[in-house]
């Protein structure tokens, strides 16, 4: 069986939708050797995502980070879902290389049915779930890591891991993106993760997830693969399967060390990543 080599981490987000800028992503994973390149885009980038997600941030008392997460989230939509998702399915068609439909999705509590009910309204093929915001707090803004120093970094790392771990239980999504990304900043705890690492590993097999080997953290200022190996190693210890991702917003980062992510994950044991398609699950492989 040959190895598998997929990316299910890309983001069209930061040009338009057009088959030349399409085109670009994917002559950075032929060059790659990649056999399936999979499209990822932030579901708050579409006005119905915006609808389904609500005024997640009116329940924090900080109002520097309310008005800052409203200002933000309003500013984002730029498309309709459907025209996304009209957009790859056509171009899926007369692709070379087989292309995958997906999203990226916050978690936030309390919004589980609606956002159900939207996702299941179209053909995507899987669902990253991701963790951004702590409250109001979008811990990982990079122009504003500043704010860092106005939280509790004990209090970030326990809120954030819980997150994970509800979002992991909540049935929604296929893959947990960026596993530890609220280490992307440097900073740490004053306490020993592995309580919480462990726990979000149990999360992540009871809800049936896998988890991302993400290479993006090498370019952040924790300048480490998410998640980190310790917490990948009770991942596998927990039977949690994996996908490698880049999470790349240009085409020059498609798979982007690939060979780093693959290395730390046969460290840790794993000899199999998945691949999606329709929202199913088949182990391959690594
Ligand atoms: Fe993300
Ligand atoms: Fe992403
Ligand atoms: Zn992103």
Same mark, same amino acid.
């Given at each position: 069986?040959?190895?598998?080599r997929?990316?299910?981490?890309v ?7 057009t ?5 670009? !992503?994917?002559? !950075? ?10 499209f990822?885009?932030?579901?708050h980038?579409?006005?119905?995502g915006?609808?389904?997600a609500?005024?997640?941030?009116e329940?924090d ?5 309310r008005e800052y ?14 025209a996304?998702v009209?957009f790859?399915?056509a171009?899926r068609?007369?692709s070379?290389?087989p ?15 609606? #956002?159900?009910?939207? #996702?299941?309204a ?7 779930g991701?963790?951004?915001?702590l ?5 990982d803004? %990079? ?11 004990d209090m970030?790392f326990?809120q ?7 979002a992991?239980r909540?049935?929604? !999504?296929?893959?947990?993106?960026h ?6 900043a ?6 020993? %993760?592995?309580?919480l690492?462990e726990?979000?590993?149990r999360?992540f ?5 896998a988890v991302?080997?993400?290479t993006a953290? %090498?370019y ?12 990948l %190693?009770?991942?596998?210890e927990y039977?949690v ?8 917003h240009r085409?020059?980062?498609v ?5 780093a992510?693959v290395a730390l994950?046969r ?6 990543v998945?691949r999606f ?8 492989r690594?």
């Amino acid at each position: 069986m040959a190895i598998f080599r997929a990316d299910y981490h890309v983001h069209l987000e930061n040009g338009p939708y057009t088959s030349e800028w399409l085109e670009s !992503f994917l002559e !950075f994973a032929r060059r790659g050797g990649l056999q399936e390149l999979g499209f990822s885009e932030h579901l708050h980038d579409f006005y119905e995502g915006q609808e389904v997600a609500g005024r997640w941030w009116e329940g924090d008392s900080d109002s520097v980070e309310r008005e800052y997460a409203e200002r933000w989230w309003r500013a984002r939509p730029r498309y309709s879902l459907d025209a996304y998702v009209a957009f790859i399915q056509a171009y899926r068609e007369r692709s070379d290389l087989p292309l995958r439909l997906g999203l990226e999705v916050d978690y936030f509590p309390g919004q589980e049915e609606a #956002l159900h009910r939207l #996702l299941a309204a179209y053909p995507l093929d899987f669902v990253l779930g991701s963790v951004h915001w702590l409250g109001a707090w979008g811990f990982d803004h %990079l122009d504003r890591l500043e704010r860092w120093q106005a939280h509790d970094v004990d209090m970030a790392f326990r809120q954030y891991f819980d997150l994970l771990g509800k979002a992991a239980r909540s049935g929604l !999504f296929d893959i947990m993106a960026h596993p530890d990304l609220i280490k992307l900043a440097g900073y740490r705890p004053s306490y020993d %993760l592995k309580p919480l690492y462990e726990e979000a590993a149990r999360a992540f097999a009871e809800g049936g997830v896998a988890v991302e080997v993400s290479t993006a953290g %090498l370019y952040r200022p924790v300048r480490e693969i998410y998640p980190a190996e310790p917490f990948l %190693l009770l991942c596998r210890e927990y039977d949690v399967p994996i996908v490698i991702s880049s999470d790349a917003h240009r085409p020059e980062e498609v798979g982007r060390d690939r060979e780093a992510a693959v290395a730390l994950a046969r460290r840790c044991g794993y000899t199999r990543v998945c691949r999606f398609l329709r929202r199913e699950r088949e182990e391959v492989r690594l």
